[in-house]
């Protein structure tokens, strides 16, 4: 049964939802980016409702300034207080769970490898974390890499070319940013990296193999030696869309749980 909860949060008042089950092992979903605790197409409710049905409690929130949360967005770097109130609110309206795992993508992965022990998590699944410094109009070189190298391999790449179908300068600005030195440290990756590998063996990595954010991560990972457990999901969707996309990511949060 899913259930609607008000809990406090630095005066402000938060809204999560829980699907009710039995288990000892709760998981709670932290939505990434802006959307609501329901995540992408409603993947998140759908999520919750099958573990639910497998005995698995599930607890979701909108974090300040997000959905039916009052509040200001501050973004991802500004939501430790929302998921140390969200972990408290989980344990008081599921009182049976005594192991809560945090499950996230993109920069909610984020905020649950740097945030989840200081909130009380026990265990994190992190899917496609966000590692990237700073924005700009394209995307990070490391998944412009990895896509130049799949077009190459395509004969219509070439076809599309000779016909004027392909954005010239797109492309030498791709390859610039490939070639360019950075002019200043990966900061974030570092400290990503650095909390993951500090959660050991409780925790696991999720990633769409040909997502941009997804390749960038297991590029950073990579060049960091960083060795924890990975599950790679044979789609180019960041929010596990496509079709069996998510009966995957399940399968991969209850091996974890």
């Known amino acids: ?80 207080d929302d998921l140390i109130a ?24 984020t905020t649950l490898a740097l945030f989840g022990r200081t909130a009380g998590i026990d265990a994190i699944v992190l899917a496609n974390p966000w590692v990237v410094q700073h924005d700009d109009t ?17 004969p219509a790449t070439w076809w599309r070319a000779l016909k ?9 600005r791709g390859m610039r940013k490939i070639a360019a030195t950075p002019s200043q440290p990966q900061t974030l990756a570092d400290d990503v990296i650095a909390a993951i590998r500090d959660w050991d063996t409780e925790a696991h990595i999720v990633l769409a193999k040909g997502d941009a954010t997804a390749i960038t991560f297991a590029d950073a990972a990579r060049h960091r030696r960083l060795g924890t457990r990975t599950t790679i999901v044979p789609t180019d969707s960041h929010s596990f869309a496509r079709a069996g996309d998510g009966a995957a990511l399940e399968a991969a949060i209850v091996a974890a749980l």
């Open 164 to 172: 004027g179908g392909i954005d010239i300068g797109k492309a030498l």
């Open 138 to 154: 394209l995307p990070p070189a490391a998944a412009i890499r990895a896509r130049y190298t799949q077009q190459l391999r395509d």
């Open 1 to 80: 049964m899913r259930r609607l909860i008000a809990f406090p949060c630095n005066g402000d008042r938060l809204l999560g939802s829980i699907d009710a089950a039995d288990g000892a092992t709760g998981l709670l979903i932290v939505s990434g980016g802006n959307e609501v605790r329901s995540g992408a197409h409603r993947g998140m409710a759908l999520l919750a409702a099958s573990l639910a049905a497998r005995g698995i409690p599930v607890f979701r929130y909108d974090r300040r300034g997000i959905g039916d949360s009052s509040g200001t967005n501050t973004g991802y770097t500004g939501t430790k």
């Open 86 to 109: 969200a972990v408290a609110a989980f344990r008081a309206h599921a009182p049976q769970v005594a192991r809560i795992v945090g499950f996230g993508n993109c920069d909610a992965a």
